[in-house]
């Protein structure tokens, strides 16, 4: 069976958009145009993945989201912020609440289709790695483990990995970083590589979540 990925937006167009992309990369799409449907969807549909717009009539996608974490079966289910508000503070909100990428409007529907692809992989392999141990998948008592787990973390920054680590969470391109700090793109990329390895991510948003998370910016 193909794998299920829940769109909630409010513009008929963008729905229509992504679930025709989606269901021709091979996904089973089920859409809602707001979070109170997309509450209703996820019970009905138990979805994959959910893509979610933010700012929706009725319900948002932050009370959305934060209304699908309080259930525990569905603490892994993967969640993809879609929207136009992109300050700082709205990135930190939404990943605090549980989603795992925050893509800002207007976005690429191939590079919607890689993180999707990303995500549910990731999951499929969380989910073999736990019932090859014959575990059960971490439920409510994970959110524990996790925080305990994210104030034990020292991690040795240097100054500059700190600044650009800051600008990053602001939304700023190398090119930028490197105009604020006076450093060429090539150093800039240097220091974003090692802000990759120190905290063990593979992407620039998997390194603002664990910054978030650890109360890093």
């Known amino acids: ?35 109170n449907e997309g509450l209703k969807r996820v019970e009905k ?28 079966e569905l603490r ?39 993180i999707v692809r990303n995500l549910l992989e990731r999951l499929q392999m969380i989910e073999l790695e736990w019932r090859s141990r014959n575990l059960p998948l971490p439920a409510s008592g994970a959110d524990e483990i996790t925080t305990a787990a994210y104030t034990t973390v020292t991690i040795a920054f240097t100054p500059r990995e700190k600044e650009v680590l800051s600008l990053l969470a602001d939304g700023l391109s190398n090119g930028q970083i490197g105009d604020r700090l006076h450093l060429s793109p090539r150093t800039v990329e240097k220091h974003v590589s090692n802000l990759l390895h120190k905290t063990d991510t593979s992407n620039r948003s998997e390194l603002l979540r664990f910054a978030v998370d650890h109360h890093l910016v």
């Open 1 to 35: 069976m193909p794998l299920t990925v829940l769109v909630v937006d409010d513009d008929l167009g963008t729905r229509l958009a992504i679930s025709d992309f989606l269901e021709a990369t091979g996904y089973l799409v089920v859409t809602a145009e707001n979070g």
């Open 45 to 72: 549909c138990q979805p994959h993945l959910i893509v979610t717009d933010v700012t929706m009539p009725q319900m948002d996608g932050y009370e959305f989201v934060r209304q699908v974490r309080l259930r525990p």
């Open 76 to 114: 892994l289910l993967p969640v993809v912020f879609l929207t136009a508000r992109t300050e700082t503070h709205d990135r930190i909100r939404g990943y605090q609440l549980g989603c795992d990428v925050y893509l800002p409007k207007p976005f690429e529907l191939q590079e919607l289709g890689v």
